[in-house]
């Protein structure tokens, strides 16, 4: 196999830094990028190549970037949409802006992205874009809806860019993460807020200390969690003989809630069949 050209967003940490350091592992070239390039130089000391890309900025601008990272190798086989962070809150607590700014980055930042790689993956009629969900993109709990409907939403878009970009000979990839041990969970990377209300004031809080709990003690191993994502675009190890799935579980925290999830949808559907089923017209 010829030496695939990746680019992934979020590279200052956490999963982004991994994708780096395994495709390059894998003798395939990467393009890593960021919001602060200082935070990118050890990177670019292994052999990536590195760029400033702020996944806020607005369309013009990122697909001029998009253009300069394509010219570096000459093409782009694999975008990895890594770029996130978790806002943590209570929706009386949580304000419009909040909200907004969450779904600006863990949103609009992949769709601006991919909507800036898409043309020349079409024109080369190959190409996989990859979008790092969550558990919570899955099951929304308590003070979690900032961060989980962003990723509810990135659910439904990637799976709808799979269903009309698969016969052009692009593929979609979904990635779904439990708990793994990143600075995802860490100061500066998670935005929390604790409730003034006093109905939420102690779930509020017993949720930001839980967050604060598992952070550093996740079970997921991320250097594990890419390989296996690697693995799946190009089709060798774990995934040797296997046809790449539009959505992967990581994780086995991931595996339980995901499939509890499914159970209790399926027991829903067959519950009010009758219901659900009585309402066409006569």
Known sequence: MAPLVWLVTGCSSGFGR??????????????ATARRPESLEDLKKTGAAVLQL?????????????????????HLDVLVNNAAYVLGGAWEDLSYQDFHDAFETNVFGPLKVTKAVLPHMRARKTGTNIFISSISGWNGIGFDAGYSGTKFAIEGMAESLDDEARPLGLRTLIVDPGYFRTDLLSQGKLKTTVSSIPEYAEASKAFNQALAGINHKQAGDPKKGVAVVVDLVRQEGVASGREMPLRIALGQDAYEVIKNKCSETIKLLEDWKDVISSTDLD
């Not at 991994?18 to 990467?30: N, P, Q, S």
């Not at 607005?58 to 000459?74: F, P």
């Open 18 to 31: 991994e994708f780096v350091h395994e495709i390059l592992k894998r003798g395939d070239k990467a393009i």
């Open 54 to 74: 702020d996944v806020t900025w607005d369309q013009n601008r990122i697909n001029e970037t998009i253009n300069n990272a394509i010219a570096i190798y000459g």
